[in-house]
Structures are given as structure tokens and as C-alpha cells.
């Protein structure tokens, strides 16, 4: 996943409530795996739900989303990716009538950091959680692994935290290294790179990290540090990675031995729940909250285990989504 990806629903919004049917305006990049998403969402969604798309790929008025809103007798937005969050935050301002709306908010990477500038916010977290991707790689593999290496920035801390307490349950350690804590957010992937270079003989000599997981963060992974780090660094000392970036296992890329990412279709349909659940049973957003993605498809690159020489255990191979010969 690229991006991220947000959905907004609206209950105090009423600009003229004539029609029986509850329009929900989306505002999507012209993405494939958004369109997917919101293709999804309105499957789920019975026949008095429509939902309206605005393409976002190119700029767009704050005036004219809100006109187009106001004339739709909209109730709902769905918005993606983090140029929405700014259309809807442009939103609130222009018009107090969108500060009402209730948010469902779907990123990959730090929902609730991301979205904290939007008013009546709920929605999914749309990257795979640490510990369920580190897991399933575990039930899969006959080689063992105790210490998890993972490179991240500072405000994805929460998430470390989180993950090192669930992951001591099952004797796993993760260890972490924060590539912009030394300066406070203006960190350059130039910079994060440095700090990885220099972390990377630390994390295997003083921690003994056994495998590598790789954040779907920007900062972490781009063309800068894929070719020369990860691919050059990395698996050229034979230790597998794992990510939350199906791409990366690729065979034009060929990095990631595993990856799980959030099924698109059940994606669509758990946020379609929460839409339901808000309009049609009155579930407050304060208890809908930001839910982990419930359902992953998983890819194995086998060539890359053989290559580096790790051990999978051929019995767990049936609940792999897809396999990379």
C-alpha cells in the first residue's frame, strides 16, 4: 500500500433532508486499491445507501466538495489517503456543518496521528498490526526466530509499545530503532537511511535480531534505501524480511520472504459495518473507535526463503493467499 486511505460519515449534517436515501460523497484518489475499497463498501451497503466518488488525484475546491455535498443532501464522506484528510480538515473550516460529521478513518500507517485533526473521528487501521504479521510468520517457518528488528519513526512508538508487549507473551522480542528521534520530525529519508546504516551491525552483534520487519513507511522504505539497504545490507546477510507491503515481495523487488496486507473486499466490508452500525443502531463513534483490519491476505515468496536459505514448514503452506515459486 502506497497510502492511506479515510472514511468520513456524517450524522449532525442535514443540509436538506428530502430524501430517503443516505448519500455518502467519497473522495479517493484514482487509486485501484481505493476504488476497491469503496466498491466494496457499497456492495455491503444496502440499496438506500449511494455513495458519490470525487476524484482527488488532481486538486480540488474546498468550495466546490462542499457545494457538491450540500447539493447531494449529503450524510456521509468517505475520504482517502492523506490529501483527503486535508480536503476534510479544509472541510470543517469552511463550514461548521462538516465539523458535525462523524470520520471512519482508514490509513496504513498511524490512523489515529493522522486524523487527529478531524473532529468525531472512528475507522479501521489499515496496516496489519506488528504482532499478527510477525505470528503468521512464525506458523509458517521451521526455522526459528526469537528477536524481531524493526527500524520506525518516532510516532509510531505506540505501535512498537504495543506490539513488544504482545509479542513477549510469545517469547519474541522486537527491537526497535527510531530512524527521526534525533531531530524532532524534519528527518529526510536521506537521514533515516544514515541512521539505519549505522544501527544495523548494533541491532545483529549487541540484539541478535533474527529477522527484519519493514513498516509500510516512506521513511523507512523508497528507492533510496530499498536497493542499497534492504536489498544490499540486509538480505545480502541472509535474514529474512517481512512486511506489511505485499510489493515487496515481488519478484521484481524480490526482498520480503513474507508480507500480509489487509484484504481489500473484507476491508470494505468491516468499514461498511461500522457505517451501519453508526446510522442504523446509533453505535456512538466513541465506541466503534479505530479497530485493527480483520482480515489480511498473505504472500509468500518461496525463491527468496530457498535463496537465503530459510526453513518453511510445508505443512502451514495451505493458508498462504498466494506463493511466489
Given at each position: 500500500m502506497k497510502t492511506a486511505a479515510i472514511i468520513i460519515t456524517t450524522v449532525g449534517l442535514v443540509f436538506v433532508n428530502a430524501s430517503a436515501k443516505t448519500n455518502i460523497v467519497?473522495?479517493?484518489?484514482?487509486d485501484a486499491q481505493f476504488?476497491?475499497?469503496?466498491?466494496?463498501?457499497?456492495?455491503?451497503?444496502?440499496?438506500?445507501?449511494?455513495?458519490?466518488?470525487?476524484?482527488i488525484s488532481k486538486p480540488v475546491k474546498t468550495e466546490d466538495v462542499a457545494a457538491r455535498c450540500k447539493k447531494n443532501e449529503t450524510k456521509a464522506l468517505?475520504?482517502?489517503?492523506?490529501?483527503?484528510?486535508?480536503?476534510?480538515?479544509?472541510?470543517?473550516?469552511?463550514?461548521?456543518?462538516?465539523?458535525?460529521?462523524?470520520?471512519?478513518?482508514?490509513?496504513?500507517?498511524l490512523v489515529e496521528v493522522s486524523a487527529k485533526g478531524l473532529s468525531n473521528a472512528a475507522g479501521i487501521r489499515f496496516e496489519v498490526p506488528i504482532y499478527t504479521l510477525v505470528t503468521n510468520f512464525r506458523i509458517i517457518s521451521q526455522t526459528e526466530f526469537l528477536k524481531v528488528g524493526i527500524f520506525h519513526r518516532k510516532s509510531y512508538t505506540g505501535a512498537i509499545e504495543e506490539a513488544e508487549k504482545l509479542l513477549s507473551k510469545e517469547q519474541i522480542s522486537l527491537n526497535p530503532v527510531c530512524v527521526d528521534c534525533e531531530k524532532n520530525g524534519k528527518t529526510t529519508q536521506s537521514d533515516a537511511l544514515s541512521v539505519m546504516r549505522k544501527s544495523f551491525d548494533a541491532m545483529l552483534k549487541e540484539h541478535?535480531?533474527?529477522?527484519?520487519?519493514?513498516?509500510?513507511?516512506?521513511?523507512?522504505?523508497?528507492?533510496?534505501s530499498l536497493?542499497?539497504?534492504?536489498?544490499?545490507?540486509?538480505?545480502?546477510?541472509?535474514?529474512?524480511?517481512?512486511?506489511?507491503?505485499?510489493?515487496?515481495?515481488?519478484?521484481?523487488?524480490?526482498?520480503?520472504?513474507?508480507?500480509?496486507?489487509?484484504?481489500l473486499q473484507q476491508l470494505g466490508a468491516q468499514a461498511a459495518?461500522?457505517?451501519?452500525?453508526?446510522?442504523?443502531?446509533?453505535?456512538p463513534l466513541g465506541d466503534i473507535g479505530f479497530e485493527p483490519v480483520i482480515s489480511i491476505k498473505s504472500t509468500l515468496n518461496e525463491s527468496i526463503a530457498k535463496e537465503i536459505g530459510w526453513k518453511l514448514n510445508a505443512g502451514k503452506l495451505g493458508r498462504i493467499n498466494k506463493i511466489v515459486k
Open positions: 467519497a473522495l479517493q484518489p484514482s476504488q476497491t475499497v469503496v466498491s466494496s463498501i457499497q456492495s455491503e451497503l444496502d440499496t438506500s445507501y449511494h455513495v458519490d466518488a470525487i476524484d468517505i475520504i482517502m489517503d492523506r490529501q483527503a484528510i486535508k480536503i476534510a480538515e479544509a472541510l470543517q473550516k469552511f463550514d461548521n456543518a462538516f465539523v458535525a460529521m462523524p470520520k471512519f478513518v482508514y490509513m496504513t500507517l541478535g535480531a533474527d529477522i527484519f520487519l519493514v513498516p509500510a513507511d516512506n521513511l523507512v522504505v523508497n528507492n533510496s536497493g542499497e539497504f534492504w536489498i544490499g545490507t540486509v538480505k545480502k546477510k541472509n535474514l529474512p524480511v517481512i512486511a506489511s507491503l505485499d510489493m515487496l515481495a515481488n519478484p521484481s523487488i524480490a526482498l520480503a520472504v513474507f508480507t500480509a496486507d489487509p484484504d459495518n461500522q457505517i451501519m452500525g453508526f446510522f442504523e443502531n446509533g453505535t
